[in-house]
């Protein structure tokens, strides 16, 4: 037990309490409410007892200043939830909207119940009528679809369900772990051509809908409660779901596909995960690109008798699998000085705690930098990067895929001007093709990505001065791969 004397409390800027702030996501998965400042519309971030910080897009008017009192107004479609002043005590310019924080005045906000009167609020209209309306909104086709999806799933379940009942001691332990091995890879043979065609059908019926928002919404919301319950046994598409660290595809879900090793306490969740990685494959096949690069690109250095170190900079790093691989060679030819980014502090520990070793053994001036940056500071490339020096090698995959193309070129030409004469930017996105990975990661998943073909990813190399610009699908098919190249003249 701790005395008084052992409770320390805060310290530096924490002893200034602040009251508990809830992201206003994690409140109001379903339907944010609507909010207005000083009747102006504004999309809700956050909230606590006190106060809110919301954010809009940049307007010509003339925004409220820091001290200024406006009304703030919370609806949804049952009414107001919530009315009163506050005093802005921030407001901040980002890269395409204004963020404004304020604290109430004369009020506080009942969280609690705004939850609960909003979330009511959402009951009421769906059961408006019955829910019938929500499966009318679904195309026939893909109800037809689903079922076979269904079936699939559950006629292996109870087959191989039978066989473990059958195969396993009182304990339920396998008499002959070698009988269970040949039973998997029997079922895995059989399932995945299974799998891959209903994959595909199911793209072929989503894809062409995809301009539409409430015929995407009512297929979403069809799919999550008919088909994704039925693979969440699979590790895998449970972690890509549920989104444990509040985003997909987290470092933990990349290391799935890394490892590629069977997870689950079953042969049916065994089963269900490896189809998921099958999904997955491209997300190792792209991280191989970019590991034979930088192996190429060092290569071509050393051969060039050039000791300087290859820069290389890694932007939405995660758990860096391509740099531990190149590392864990018995002996790279030259140095590389490599700068791991993202906003993950767990990611970036993990990479650091394998990378760092291995680039240590190999004692020959080679070093590791990371830098932690928040999501907003990562398409400020400019500023965040502004002490690094010229890279030769810089490479973004997995993360453009959340962006519009007016973003992403400008984060490249951010990225293109910190390169070195010579050096190339390395982008990847997965690929608009009929085979993509559309349907699983957004339907089943929750996954909302931007699918690309080969032109827009040249277009992410618009208007860059002197650029060599390449672009090359991963094996898959399933990814491109975009690679700009800085002439020496530029």
């Not at 530096?12 to 998965?29: C, S, V, W």
């Not at 304990?171 to 070698?178: E, H, K, L, T």
Request: charged letters at 25%; a neutral charge.
């Amino acid at each position: 037990m701790k005395t008084y004397e052992n409770l320390t409390g805060a310290a530096g800027k924490e002893i200034f309490y602040r009251a508990e702030r809830f992201r206003a996501r994690d409140l109001f998965p379903r339907a944010l409410p609507r909010v207005l400042i000083g009747g102006r519309p504004h999309h809700l971030e956050n909230l606590s007892i006190s106060g809110i910080a919301a954010s809009a897009a940049r307007a010509n008017s003339a925004i409220p200043l820091p001290g200024d009192e406006v009304q703030v107004v919370l609806e949804d479609d049952s009414g107001m939830l919530f009315s009163g002043r506050g005093h802005l005590r921030r407001v901040e310019d980002r890269s395409l909207d204004t963020l404004v924080a304020l604290s109430f005045k004369g009020t506080s906000l009942d969280i609690a119940g705004l939850v609960n009167r909003h979330s009511e609020t959402l009951i009421q209209r769906e059961l408006n009528g019955g829910l019938s309306h929500a499966l009318d909104e679904v195309p026939e086709d893909y109800r037809r679809f689903s079922a076979d999806v269904v079936h699939l799933l559950r006629a292996y379940r109870t087959t191989l369900t039978k066989f473990e009942t059958a195969a396993s001691d009182r304990d339920g332990a396998f008499v002959d772990p070698a009988r269970f091995q040949a039973i998997y890879h029997a079922a895995e043979e059989r399932m995945l051509p299974e799998w891959r065609k209903l994959w595909h059908e199911g793209n072929a019926i989503v894809r062409p809908l995809m301009g539409s928002s409430h015929a995407v919404a009512s297929i979403k919301a069809f799919t999550e409660r008919v088909l994704t319950p039925e693979f969440m046994g699979g590790a895998i598409w449970n972690r890509s779901y549920r989104k444990p660290l509040g985003y997909p595809g987290d470092f933990e879900m990349m290391n799935y596909v890394y490892e590629w090793q069977l997870r689950g306490g079953t042969v049916f969740e065994k089963l269900v995960h490896r189809i998921g990685l099958d999904v997955a494959e491209c997300i190792a096949t792209r991280m191989v690109m970019v590991q034979q690069y930088i192996a190429e690109a060092v290569a071509q250095r050393a051969a060039a008798q050039n000791r300087v170190p290859l820069r290389v900079l890694s932007l939405g790093c995660g758990p860096a699998q391509e740099i531990y691989n190149y590392l864990s060679v018995r002996k790279i030819p030259g140095p590389v000085s490599v700068t791991l980014v993202d906003q993950d502090r767990d990611a970036i520990n993990c990479a650091y705690r394998r990378a760092y070793p291995l680039m240590m053994k190999h004692d020959n001036g080679s070093s590791l930098h990371c830098l932690q940056v928040s999501f907003i500071d990562l398409m400020k490339a400019g500023r965040a990067f502004a002490t690094l020096p010229a890279q030769d090698l810089i490479y973004s995959v997995g993360l453009v895929d959340y962006l519009s193309m007016r973003r992403i070129q400008g984060l490249v030409r951010s990225l293109y001007d910190k390169l070195a004469p010579g050096g190339t930017v390395v982008i990847g996105n997965m690929a608009d093709v009929p085979g993509s990975n559309l349907w699983p990661m957004e339907f089943l998943c929750d996954w909302t990505l931007h699918y690309r073909t080969e032109e827009q990813m040249a277009e992410m190399a618009a208007g860059l001065n002197g650029a060599i610009v390449e672009v090359r699908p991963d094996p898959t098919g399933r990814v491109f791969m975009v690679y700009i190249t800085k002439t020496k003249a530029a």
